[in-house]
């Protein structure tokens, strides 16, 4: 309870009651500053430090020459220049009659998929029509024999 409420993730009710102990147990407060302690020097430890370079790009000073209205003609613009048009030898490029030759294709399966699921229910049925007919036969046959 005295690391969730020093990291601050104790309900209201724990902060409640840890305020009481508190003030009931004087011996309670050098433990809460001791987990205080250790949470601050284990943060300090494994601590990543960000680059140089991010620091000295934070801590350079502005260059507002966009914002002046007529002086600054001759200074750099302060914007950063995006290239839409990537390098053409870092990308695969795939002509353009790809996308149709692949849309046919995918056209064409759907509809042999369709066809072939439709073949397949009208064999069904004229193989049920044959087994029934067969039925039919074969009783007729033996109320002839009788």
Known sequence: ????YV?????PEEVSEMAAMLKEHPGLRTELDAVER?????SFEEAVLPPMELRER????YNWADADPGGGQDQQK????????PDKKN???VH??????LLTAFLLFKFFLFLSIYFYFKYRQVEERRLEREKIRL?????TFR
């Open 1 to 4: 309870m005295v690391e969730s």
């Open 7 to 11: 990291l601050g993730l104790a309900s």
């Open 38 to 42: 250790t949470f601050h020097r284990l």
């Open 58 to 61: 934070a801590l350079q000073p």
């Open 78 to 85: 302060n914007y950063t220049f995006i290239n839409i048009h």
């Open 91 to 93: 990308y695969i490029s």
């Open 96 to 101: 353009k009659i790809w996308k149709w030759i």
């Open 139 to 143: 009783e007729q046959q033996q109320g």
